[in-house]
């Protein structure tokens, strides 16, 4: 990907350098021309006019008057002025050099042999510090309608070819440095957009083939460092979720061979006991009973954690219940277990409308928070339960006298799996999934869950969650 950008930026470049370069050619051009078009026009009128003055002289062939004359204009232009007859024979040099002498130059041809008014040329000639450029203006000389013979002004233009050449000097730089300048902002970009970007690239496949370690050097502010931080940000992510999907499956695992492993014990030791009593068949197959309710218990825990996590948020379809109603389903099929506890529930419902909920997972997760608070109390122990709302969130608050939570873990015991205390979880027969699960459902009603716990007291757990969920989404 990058190889072909850095190809398109290399063309582009050099595109670019082309069209700079033709730019600077074309525009010295012009220049050349416009000012040499300048001396052509200037050289043009003042031939043109002196052709007209020396008709008369030339005719009468007063060669001194002719003579005079040439070299006034000649000084007048700061050039040299020759009168030629009409085979080309200088009949008056103002320089008086090359008097007598034949001229043949191309544009004394076009107006003494092809009968143009006018005509010139440019010319390099010697002179004692070297080679200077000159332009030659011819013009007829008119008498009776006839031509009868040129006048030639020889002006130097070597100021015109000189400024060209300083102004093209002066380009020539230009142009050096304007490419100078390119070629540092093209090592630029490449080593700012271009490299990053290849980074950038090599770290997305990297994390495609699952190497979620994978970290980008993130320097300086733009918007590159930020794609970078964003990357990061993302491997971050994908390494928490990797790693706790397999700790999850690990746990998962533990959790079910556990269970299995007693039931392997307990059923291979009736089987290959001789003689086993009534009583101890019956123990044991009770307590393979229990192993298979803790089993069936986990692994309805996992699918339901699985279809909450596969909810999507848009599709939810809320329902109005009553939350009295909800609560009350739930301490009446915990109130046995209560009761084998001598634990007292105390309901108090102050909010007695309804709010939008999904709730069959509304209903397990209060009835997970009132089976930990029977769970973690003390025999004759008391747990109080109560709804209330404030603006539009509605509340249940479950309280118990139990024994309380360390300030430390207080965090911990909303992580799957995660028990206070590992020993005693045969005893409670817990998975640690439950307060996972109430977050969960807590969440997906934008609501949330906390907790207030005093080692040794008891402990207050608040779920919360919006009475209307229209009112909500709309904020
Ligand atoms: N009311 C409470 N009082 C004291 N400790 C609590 C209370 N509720 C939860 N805990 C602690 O938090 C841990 C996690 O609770 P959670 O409900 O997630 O799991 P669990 O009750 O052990 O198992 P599960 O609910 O999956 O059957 C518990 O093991 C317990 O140590
Ligand atoms: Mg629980």
Redesign the pocket.
């Known amino acids: 990907m990058t190889a072909s950008i850095k190809w398109r930026f290399i063309i582009f470049l050099i595109i670019l350098i082309i069209a700079f370069a033709l730019t600077l050619l074309m525009t010295s051009r012009i220049l050349e021309n416009n000012m040499l078009h300048l001396r052509i026009a200037d050289s043009a009128q003042k031939a043109n006019d002196f052709a007209l003055a020396v008709a008369y002289d030339f005719s009468r062939n007063n060669v001194e008057a002719l003579y005079q004359s040439a070299i006034k204009e000649g000084i007048d232009l700061d050039g040299r002025v020759l009168i030629l007859d009409a085979f080309g024979i200088v009949q008056v040099d103002s320089f008086s050099r090359l008097n007598g002498m034949r001229l043949s130059h191309q544009e004394i041809v076009e107006v003494l042999v092809e009968h143009k008014d006018s005509a010139y040329g440019f010319h390099q000639v010697q002179q004692d510090n070297g080679k200077i450029w000159c332009l030659n203006y011819v013009s007829a000389i008119i008498e009776n309608s006839e031509m009868v013979g040129a006048v030639v002004l020889v002006q130097s233009v070597q100021d015109v070819v000189q400024s060209v050449y300083s102004i093209q000097v002066n380009y020539y730089l230009i142009y050096l440095i304007a490419i100078l300048v390119l070629l540092v902002l093209f090592s630029f970009l490449i080593n700012h957009i271009l490299q990053p970007m290849s980074a950038l690239k090599e770290g997305t496949e990297a994390i495609s083939r699952g190497d979620f370690s994978r970290r980008l050097q993130v320097s300086g502010k733009d918007e590159l460092a930020k794609l970078a931080e964003a990357f990061n940000t993302m491997a971050i992510r994908l390494e928490d979720v990797d790693r706790s999907r397999s700790e999850f499956i690990s746990n998962a695992s533990h959790e079910l061979k556990t269970p299995l492993t007693s039931m392997k014990i307990l059923t291979e030791s009736i089987l290959y006991e001789d003689n086993v009593d009534e009583d101890v068949y019956k123990e044991f197959l009770g307590d393979i009973n229990k192993e298979i309710d803790r089993m069936t218990?986990l692994i309805n825990?996992l699918l339901l954690m699985t279809k909450l996590q596969n909810l999507e948020e848009g599709k939810l379809q809320m329902e109005k219940v009553s939350l009295e109603q909800i609560v009350q389903e739930v301490i009446s099929n915990l109130q046995k277990i209560a009761q084998s506890k001598a634990i007292t529930l105390h309901a108090h419902f102050r909010f007695e409308g309804k709010v939008d909920c999904l709730p069959l997972y509304l209903r397990h997760a209060i009835s997970?928070l009132v089976?930990?608070?029977i769970?973690?109390t003390e025999f004759g122990g008391e747990v109080f339960i109560s709804t209330f709302k404030v603006d539009n969130m509605a509340y249940i608050q479950v309280r118990?006298t139990?024994?309380?939570?360390a300030k430390e873990e207080q965090k911990k015991?909303f992580e799957r799996f995660?028990?206070?205390?590992k020993s005693r979880?045969r005893e409670?027969?817990?998975?640690?999934?439950?307060?996972?699960i109430v977050q969960t459902t807590a969440l997906l009603h934008h609501g949330r869950i906390d907790v207030k716990?005093e080692e040794g007291k008891g402990?207050v757990?608040t779920l919360s969650i919006p009475v209307n969920a229209d009112a909500y989404e709309r904020k």
Do not use: H, P
């Open positions: 218990g825990d997970n089976d930990n608070a769970k973690y118990d139990g024994e309380g939570i015991i995660y028990r206070v205390s979880e409670t027969g817990g998975t640690g999934l439950g307060l996972y716990s402990s757990f």
